[in-house]
């Protein structure tokens, strides 16, 4: 009894695994270009890698319906190739060889995180397969002299320029600045560069302190924020740090004139944990789904946020946007090339000029998109642009905690 | 010659050409994979030297891969030396902190000493995570080795084989020395161990020096493959984790177990990952737990006892009262 029941597990089993593989060989058929990425399905990425797969799926799904990429006269169809790099960047390392050995794919689409990017970046570069990433944003991808890799987030150290620029049009501008960052690339890279510009705009530091990745307890800072009476209070950390802090600030009563945060008030996880407590909170992004660029693949931005909205039912943000760009990018691309050549298309890529719903695309040098970020506000629960060119003005200064109801 | 000494004499015979030859018939990846395996292989074995014949549960060995991997970044990148330096460097800088943690932590014993380890491997990332010279949480580049494409995957391929190879010939030799039956007298019970004169705090130590300097070089070579690491990527408790599943699953104790085991692992995780693209981590899982119920003694049992039957199972599902 044991033994048949046994064989029929072990048959069923087989069938699981190996009735896969049939529907992929058929559909290889047809004229395609393969696009490669590795990015997290499991793991403690894996909320993040979503987003890029959603937005990269929109954008093959667009392009193909519109009659695909068209390559010396003929149309190819776009098709990606995903793994699961578990978030840990060796096994996407490797994940990255199996899909340029195996898969033979023609190019690469980035991952989610610096940290997993560079990684994947060296193998692009070993190869000499173009990389459009739009995960990474630490200027350590880039400054490795990788001719290989182009990112579609701002340097990091850029973040905070347009804070700081409003500011200058602020009634009275605040004088004194209190910087908080956490110790991973990407937020040191915002740091540092923040406090550059800040002495450039001759504005006073009055703190700059470094704190750890996950940290929960702000207390200790906030008394020294508290103490050293800043005026402008920045955070460069991650939706769960900024979330704390903004609790811990209002339990000890800190209420500078202003408390900007790179990551956090433009996702609506962290609105909905505040609720009112997030309102006056400004925010920074690449993007925001209120600005309105002409698009490439759909008409404009308006359109990319309410198909978006419809289709994956929820609200799109940078990282959606940024990563359906990637793909406008190859488009663009390969058909200005006009040839599937990896050098040529590299090539190509290095001079693009485009017009997406994520904004003009152009790469300095170094392969980093040129660009800047926007100031966002949470007033009344929702996230509104305030500048440059906001829907509604930025309210300044931050009311004070006891003041509100 | 024992029987045991015929059998792994006939085991390196025959796994040796294989493991030889395996690169002349894989494209890039399949040599990775393979690599990546070797990898597995050798830290499943040095933990072995340490869990399995020792029985002292190590679970932060990852420790001595995170050193092995940041001594050779930095001995590369910011001594600019060559990588045959970092390598030796990176072994003895791993074996080397393995004898200054393990006089202390080594006194400890079951639990305590398991959840000490844990902490020296967290404490470890937190230092390398602030340190100037490591260049912090942010990550340090390695110089890419510059050689055409193929010959690299062979470079690697090759160093890391070697490195198993005198893994397992030093687990052999040690078993039949008289410290590598102190090591097992000390996992049976230490205290007799120690009654019959053996010094037990230089034999357990000497097996995690044993065990953090194979560890420390797998994780050399794997930082010059990466050429980029960061310290949450080689500090993370996951590869302890796993190496320690390989050696279980393979057969603890046992000189071809770890080995078994990180290869049958490896290409079951890699199988699943490439047919499931979430579920993956489910059925492996499951995967995991079948085996340790059905076959606690490890793979290698399956082998050296010749049997694969329901009768087998069952025996060992009574012995073990699961």
Known sequence: ????????????????????????TAAAQAKTIKLGCAISFTGAKSRSGKLYRDAY??????????????????????????????????????????????DKVNFLLGPYSSGI????????????????????????????????????????????????????????????????????????????????????????????????????????????????????????????????????????????????MTVGPSEADFRK????????????????????????????????????????????????????????????????????????????????????????????????????????????????????????????????????? | MNKKTVWRIAGFAVLLPAALLFPLVGNNFIIRFGTDMLMFAIMASAWNIIGGYTGY??????????????????????????FWAAYMAAGGGAALFAVLIGLPVLRLKGHYFAIATLGVAEAMKALVQNLKITEGNAGIYLPMLDMPIRTQYYFFFYIMLATLIVTLLATHFLLRSRLGYALIAIREDEDAAESIGINTTVAKTIAFALSGLFTGLAGSVHAYQQAFIKPDSVFTVHITVKMLVMAVFGGMGTLFGPLLGACSIEVISEFLSNYFLVAHTLFFGAIVILAIVFTPRGMIDLFSQRRLSIAYFLQNIREHRI
């Open chain 1, 57 to 102: 799926n929109m954008a093959v799904k667009q392009v193909n319906d519109d009659g695909g990429v068209k390559v010396g006269g003929e149309a190819y169809q776009l098709k990606i190739v995903y793994y699961d790099d578990k978030s840990n960047p060796g096994e996407s390392s490797k994940l990255i060889e199996k899909l340029l050995a195996e």
């Open chain 2, 57 to 82: 549960a190590s679970f932060g060995n990852v420790v001595f891969f995170g050193i092995g991997a940041y001594i050779t970044a930095v001995v590369m990148e910011k001594a600019g030396l060559p």
């Open chain 1, 1 to 24: 009894m044991k033994n048949v029941w046994l064989r029929n597990l072990v048959a069923l089993l087989a069938v699981a695994l190996f009735g896969a593989v049939g529907p992929q």
């Open chain 1, 273 to 405: 944990s505040l609720g009112a407590d997030a309102n006056y909170i400004f925010g920074v992004a690449s993007w925001s789904p209120q600005m309105n660029f002409p698009g490439f693949l759909l008409p404009d931005t308006q359109e990319f946020v309410k198909k978006f909205k419809a289709k994956f039912n929820y609200d799109p943000d940078y990282h959606n946007a940024s990563a359906f760009a990637n793909v406008a990018v190859f488009k663009d691309a390969i058909e200005r090339a006009g040839s599937l050549d990896a050098a040529a298309v590299r090539n190509a890529i290095a001079k693009t000029d485009l017009k997406t719903i994520y904004g003009r695309v152009r790469f300095a040098k170094n392969g980093q998109m040129k660009g800047a970020s926007v100031v966002l506000q949470i007033q009344g629960g929702e996230v509104y642009q305030v500048f440059p060119d906001g829907v509604r003005p930025p309210i300044y200064p931050f009311p004070a905690w006891k003041s509100r109801r």
């Open chain 1, 117 to 260: 990017t560079i990684p994947d970046s060296l193998v692009a570069r070993r190869y000499r397969v173009p990389m459009i990433e739009g995960g990474g944003a630490s200027g350590k991808i880039f400054s490795h002299g990788n001719k290989y890799v182009f990112g579609t987030l701002p340097p990091a150290g850029q973040y905070f320029k347009s804070t700081l620029e409003m500011t200058q049009t602020l009634k009275p501008a605040p004088k004194t600045l209190a910087l908080l960052y956490a110790d991973d690339k990407f937020d040191v890279s915002v740091a540092e560069g923040t406090k550059k510009l800040a002495a450039g705009m001759g504005l006073k530091i009055v703190l700059f302190e470094k704190y750890a990745e996950h940290t929960s307890d702000f207390n200790s800072i906030l008394t020294k924020i508290k103490a050293a009476n800043a005026e402008m209070v920045l955070v460069a950390g991650h939706t769960e740090e900024s979330l704390n802090f903004t609790q811990q600030a209002k339990e000890l009563n800190v209420s500078p004139k202003l408390i900007g």
